[in-house]
């Protein structure tokens, strides 16, 4: 049905929530950070992304409150707009094209009707502070061209600018600069640290800047870990600092709080520093916050922080340094060794996350779901450290077994290496140690693939390592008379000439071990571990390996360092065709027989897609990227997509993710982005058919029972009670999401007032209320049908049958309404 | 938001026997008391009252002895031919035992002479034992007869002649008075009844049976003869649960741990067994000096007294637990304190706060989550933590090299604390498993204090102990790297297939050692 779009890459989610400082709304309850090309809205208390504000074309670069509406928020972007949004129902109320470059925003209360943005004009690398009139108009896209300039020779970051004390003056830090610019005067006082001087060694460059709310302070953090507070910057001899000194290296953000009693700052230590009363003896600590800070913010009710973390991770504080939420998404700031994997359990996307632990990425829903310490230790951040790294980990057994390597090697000779198996816990619905090996091999392993045939009864793991030995682990039963227990043996150990063992990869079936020495691929049965045969093809070092699926299952796919891609047949033991292609990435998709291979090549990387049974690809994509691709996945399809176009149709059922070297998580589409990503909002909305909670029965009992009263006053009219759908309070209290409903108390009488039989005269006037209430709602149905069509599958099929019955009783009742009307306006008439 | 991380003690598998929860009681026995019989003791009994003093049988005497006593309290000596089977009555107050030419002998425990004598056995009597009602005797002879005493009138009531050869063991069941159990030469274990005249049971062994036993409820019979130990379900007729087949020799007796739970062998391959009733494995084992005849338990396990051909008697008392009162008890909080607050009783709108688990750290990790290195290190270079746990300190040397600090913690020692370290690499340095860890710690102290060598004697000695170490090392591996040369070869002649000797490893820490060295 969407076969005619175009195949296009785009990026898909995990982009970064820490780039700029996130913002809370003025009561709290949200709080908003831009991402990618959206600013994305999170509830404070449940961390669940409320809407998505999309319409920039380009990276979002700074977000704001309209400090004139606090219920509309401005965002600008590198597309060279500033937008404002009505944060609560996600729209977009204007757009102000700017026209250049915007890198940041600021608002200001006194300022009316204007904002300041960072922009470059001339130079690529010369920033400018300006302010941007925005011109009151009421059309949906406006021109705002009149910039006037503030400041020149700015630092990029919006954390070197801070407005203070209501707007009279501006502070911006470059270098060893502190320049403050006093509104009403129009003039520029400019302070220089006294070492700078001797510049070469000296380390105390400005790197942030904040400024007190209510006095005239100004607070900023230095690379040496100083926090100074400068004061009468007024004059220019007579100003005066002083020093606050925890941090032990730079101090990456600074924020007072709302009355300016206490300053935060943080740095990589992920260590909340809280000042109190800008003296060095009051400070109170946060600590172990996982990783460098980046940004602090402060709601503007005063009772909550946040700080983001390079770890792509904002967590909301409590006043009283508690932490209370944690926002995170696709951890992406190491590098990746493990590859991209799925779990085949939760299918979510596995790999490399914070230091030593594994990420379980949901796709779907942009949101990591959990962390698994594979590691374990202590992790110790020090510059020059050589840290433990978490290099392998395969799933096998439909992700009842995990597999992992760590290794650290300080010098040539002294490498630390440690296998861990985990096995799933159905109780505790995670991972659980169940096999710690040390030193599995002597040298550092290539590769780590589980046998996952259907049919294989006993677990089956398959080390190949540098040592030039391939290892072969099952598991076996540890129990005796105390205790149940199974755990991993090395049942095999198989070399080829001392070569070094490359890569790995079981046949589909589970009945062939292919292992590659160098550039021989070698052939082992399963059962005895003999080895079968062995092809070799001169043509470099086997960097991938793997065999084909299903109908082209006789073949074996190998892709060698020299650019030659090979397939061999296995009946004949003969080459069967190779290809002059540099791969790197090639990846089998699990549902059907092909087998994506990515090749570099000095313009780009290009996608090729084809069957091993022939050499001519299915698909080929040119340009993809045009850095590196480092690792690709096939991710099975919930619901499988139906491509006519037989170039297409390799993404029926699986899709196709890769990452590449800067990091960003890349997959092929028809549809447009906005499409993909489906507002959780609009998911959290309470279906027809409701969850049978105790809610529901007194609910779903009282409904009962006025069906069957409906049934008599169809009959004799003579007693109506109000049927609770129809009841607006009811409805809403059940098609908003709980986060943003007021509390229950609130909640409360309205909820049981409209449970309450009302009296006759009052009804009659409340009806055509009532029924225009009702004909909104079934028109929001119908929108919003289309956009359950997945849900319903979900739905059991004891509420499938409930909603026909409701559903009939509905237009009946309406039927059942217009002739009350009339019946009751005649009575009124008497 | 983790908090902080313990060091990960690398744990190494213990060789030899696994230490399990029966391993650990059933070696806490005191080393055995030895004592010398006239003869080979052919049977341990115990008395079920207190204060469980036991009869040995050997020769022609049958001695009681106290639980701690090494000298019998008192003795029957009043056979003219070899005794067998002393076994006290279920209220400890009789004994009964039977001989050589055939008679069965009732003594009162604190008489001399006897006070029955039953007369019809013509043969040797090698099994007698009291049935449940306390009244009559059971006993079995090598007349192929089993009969059946009243002990009041001194009568035999009655005489069953079903084995076929010679009958050397047998019990009563405890439960009921009438029935009664005897093995034979015949391979057989017959059940009687009194109120019959015939056997009730019978279960074909296969070997000469040596030894029966009943479990406490009636259902299971355990028999041993040849090399098996035999379990039969009696409820089931007679069939047979398990056969075990764990001694190399005759097993000769049998005997149940108070509890019930493990089964005890004896043979006369000098080893006793301990099975698990529950999975008939074997859980543990112990070793004696000769062939085992006899063997019985103490009330709570309290005591194995274990009777061998040679006519020693070995006696073993389990542990006493009172030593560990003796240690001065260091004063802790009032229990006022521990309850505080415990029984306050949830109102109805209170909400119920938990106070977040508090996770114990070792002494090391919260010096080491604190940052001080120093004392990290000094903690488990104590000579209690290095004796004991050297892998510990091991694991704190490598964390300290893992965060790039162990040089800063080796450094600045005085004579005493560097002494203690040279003597930890002294004793660990050679050991394969450390070896890794430690010679990169000797290189940084050997960089450290070589500016100030020569300066203590202590410590001069301690390096030169250790270089005698490395070298001494170095000559292993010459010699290890040598023989594997011959066996390579010797290999290379049986044209053994390639891929499955792993002997790389012994090379290992070869280039470290000899940096040790200059």
């Keep these: 049905m969407v076969d005619e779009e175009t195949i296009r890459v785009v990026r898909c989610g995990g982009s970064e929530l820490n780039f700029r400082r996130a913002v809370f709304s003025a009561d709290s309850k949200y709080i908003f950070c831009v991402s990618g090309d959206f600013v994305k809205v999170y509830s404070t208390v449940t961390e669940e992304c409320v809407h998505i504000l999309h319409g920039h074309r380009n990276l979002v670069t700074g977000i704001q409150l309209n400090p004139n509406n606090h219920l509309q928020l401005y965002s600008c972007s590198l597309d060279g707009t500033i937008k404002l949004w009505d944060y609560i129902d996600g729209i977009l109320i204007k757009t102000f094209i700017v026209g250049c470059k915007l890198h940041a925003l600021f608002t200001v209360a006194q300022a009316e009707d204007s904002v300041f943005a960072i922009v470059n004009k001339e130079k690529p690398d010369i920033f400018q502070l300006v302010s941007v009139k925005l011109p009151k108009s009421s059309s949906q896209e406006v021109e705002a061209k009149e910039l006037s300039f503030v400041l020149d020779y700015i630092n990029q970051s919006p954390k070197c600018i801070a407005f203070g004390n209501e707007g009279v003056y501006v502070a911006a830090v470059r270098e060893f600069y502190l320049s403050v610019y006093f509104f009403k005067k129009k003039t520029t006082s400019r302070f220089t640290l006294s070492s700078s001087r001797n510049k070469k060694h000296a380390k105390n460059n400005f790197t942030c800047v904040a400024c007190h709310p209510t006095e005239d302070c100004i607070a900023s953090g230095h690379m040496d870990g100083k926090i100074r507070l400068w004061r009468n910057f007024y004059d220019d001899k007579k100003y005066t600092y002083t020093c606050l000194h925890w941090h032990h290296d730079m101090v990456m953000d600074l924020a007072f709080s709302v009355t300016g009693t206490s300053l935060l700052s943080g740095g990589c230590e992920s260590v909340l520093v809280e000042w109190r009363d800008a003296t060095e003896k009051n400070k109170e600590f946060l600590p172990r916050l996982g990783a460098t800070i980046e940004h602090i913010s402060v709601s503007p009710a005063g009772d909550l922080f946040c700080t983001s973390h390079s770890d792509n991770k904002i967590i909301i504080i409590h006043r009283n340094l508690e932490a209370s939420a944690v926002i995170q998404g696709l951890v992406k700031d190491r590098s990746i060794f493990t590859g991209l994997m799925i779990d085949p359990r939760t299918k979510a996307l596995v790999l490399n996350g914070k230091p030593g632990h594994l990420q379980f990425y949901s796709l779907q829903s942009d949101k990591q779901l959990y962390n698994l310490d594979i590691i374990q230790q202590e992790y110790i951040n020090d510059y020059g450290l050589i840290q433990i790294e978490l290099t392998k980990a395969a799933f096998g057994c439909f992700g009842n077994w995990l597999a992992t390597v760590e290794q650290r090697q300080e010098k040539e000779t002294e490498l630390e290496l440690q296998m861990k198996l985990w096995m799933y816990n159905k109780k505790t619905q995670g991972f659980i140690l169940n096999t710690k090996i040390n030193m599995p091999h002597e040298d550092c392993i290539t590769a780590l693939c589980f046998c996952n045939a259907e049919k294989s009864e006993q677990p089956t793991l398959v080390t190949a390592s540098k040592d030039g030995y391939f290892k072969v682990w099952i598991l076996t039963d540890d129990s005796d008379i105390y205790k149940k227990a199974v755990g991993w043996t090395c049942d095999f150990v198989g070399s080829y000439h001392k070569y070094q063992a490359t890569n790995c990869c079981f046949s589909e079936d589970g009945s062939l071990l292919a292992v590659s020495f160098e550039e021989i691929v070698t052939i082992w049965d399963s059962v005895t571990w003999e080895l079968k045969c062995t092809f070799c093809q001169r043509a470099g070092k086997i960097r991938h390996l793997c065999f084909g699926r299903l109908t082209c299952s006789k073949y074996l796919l190998g892709a060698t360092e020299n650019g030659i891609l090979c397939c061999w047949n296995l009946l004949s033991c003969a080459l069967e065709w190779n290809a002059k292609l540099n791969v790197r990435v090639m990846e089998p998709d699990p549902n059907s027989e092909n087998i994506a291979a990515i090749s570099q090549s000095s313009v780009g990387s290009d996608l090729f897609v084809f069957k091993p049974s022939e050499p001519r690809p299915l698909y080929i994509q040119k340009g993809i990227s045009r850095e590196e691709v480092q690792w690709g996945v096939f991710v099975p399809r919930d619901v499988p997509e139906s491509f006519t176009s037989e170039a297409y149709q390799w993404l029926n059922r699986s899709q196709f993710y890769f990452l590449t070297k800067s990091q960003s998580l890349l997959t092929f589409s028809t549809k447009s982005p906005e499409e993909k990503l489906t507002p959780t909002s609009k998911q959290l909305l309470a279906e027809e058919s409701l969850p049978t909670t105790p809610f529901y029965f007194i609910l779903g009992k009282h409904r009962q029972h006025q069906d069957e009263k409906l049934n008599e006053t169809l009959e004799n009219e003579l007693v109506q009670l109000p049927l609770t759908e129809n009841i607006p309070a009811v409805s809403e209290l059940l098609h908003t999401p709980a986060h943003v409903l007021p509390s229950a108390a609130f909640l409360c009488s309205m909820f049981v007032n409209s449970l309450l039989l009302s009296k006759e005269t009052k009804s009659a006037k409340e009806i055509p209320e009532d029924v225009d209430m009702e004909e909104e709602k079934e028109s929001e149905d119908s929108d919003e049908e289309n956009d359950f069509i997945e849900k319903v599958q979900d739905t059991n099929n004891t509420g499938l049958g409930e909603d026909i019955i409701h559903q009939l009783s509905k237009s009946e009742e309406k039927e059942l309404r217009k002739f009350r009307k009339i019946d009751y306006s005649w009575i009124a008439a008497l | ?518």
């Design chain 2, 1 to 518: 938001m983790a908090g902080y991380k313990p060091v990960a003690i690398q744990t190494y598998p213990i060789l030899g026997e696994k230490i399990t929860q029966d391993t650990l009681y059933w070696n806490n026995y005191k080393t055995p008391v030895q004592i010398k019989e006239f003869g080979a003791v052919s049977k341990v009994d115990f008395s079920p009252q207190p204060p469980y003093n036991y009869a040995v049988t050997a020769s022609s005497r049958i001695h009681i002895y106290g639980r701690y006593s090494q000298e019998p309290i008192k003795t029957f000596s009043r056979f003219k031919y070899t005794a067998y089977c002393a076994t006290f009555r279920q209220d400890g107050r009789l004994l009964v035992a039977g001989s050589e030419d055939g008679g069965v002998q009732l003594f009162d425990i604190s008489g001399r002479a006897p006070l029955r004598q039953f007369e019809g056995h013509t043969k040797a009597v090698h099994t007698v034992d009291f049935t449940a009602d306390k009244y009559h005797v059971v006993s079995g002879a090598d007349d192929y007869t089993v009969k059946l005493w009243d002990i009041p009138n001194s009568k035999e009531i009655l005489t069953f002649k079903e084995h076929s050869d010679y009958v050397r063991c047998g019990c009563a069941s405890k439960l009921n008075p009438d029935l009664f159990i005897t093995g034979s030469y015949d391979h057989t274990v017959k059940m009687f009844d009194a109120r019959t005249n015939t056997s009730v049971l019978s279960v074909e062994h296969g070997q000469p049976v040596e030894s029966v036993l009943l479990f406490p409820s009636g259902g299971l019979l355990v028999s041993a003869g040849g090399r098996y130990v035999k379990v039969w379900d009696m409820l089931k007729g007679g069939q047979l649960l398990v056969s075990l087949k764990n001694h190399h020799k005759t097993v000769t007796c049998l005997c149940l741990s108070s509890s019930g739970q493990r089964l005890l062998s004896g043979s006369l391959d000098r080893k006793v067994k301990v099975y698990s009733t529950t999975s008939y494995k074997v859980v543990h084992s112990f070793d004696y000096a000769a062939s085992i005849l006899s063997l019985a338990l103490a009330h709570e396990d309290e005591t194995i007294v274990v009777g061998m051909t040679n006519g020693i008697l070995s006696v073993k008392h389990r542990k006493s637990e009172a030593k560990k009162e003796s240690i001065p008890r260091r004063r802790r909080p009032a229990y006022r304190t521990f309850i505080k607050g415990k029984n306050y009783m949830k109102q109805r709108d209170d909400i119920l706060i938990n106070r977040p688990a508090k996770k114990h750290l070792e002494l090391y990790d919260r010096d080491l989550k604190h940052f001080r290195i120093s004392k990290a290190l000094d903690r488990v270079l104590d000579p209690t933590c290095t004796i004991k746990t050297p892998e510990i300190t091991v694991s704190i040397i490598k964390e300290l090299n893992r965060r790039g600090v162990l040089a800063n913690a080796l450094a600045g020692r005085d004579e005493k604390e560097i002494s203690h370290v040279l003597n930890f690499l002294i004793r660990h340095l050679s050991q394969p498993r450390f070896a890794p860890v430690l010679i990169n710690a000797a290189e940084i102290i050997i960089d450290i204090y070589l500016p100030v060598i020569g300066q203590s004697p202590v410590v001069d000695k301690k390096f030169l102990l250790l270089q005698g170490l490395v070298e001494k090392e170095i000559d292993y591996q010459r010699e290890l790297l040598e023989t594997l040369g011959m066996m390579d070869m010797l290999f290379a002649t049986m044209r053994r297939k390639e891929g499955t000797s792993v002997l790389e490893h012994t090379s290992d820490g070869f280039p470290e050692n000899k940096k040790i060295e200059s």
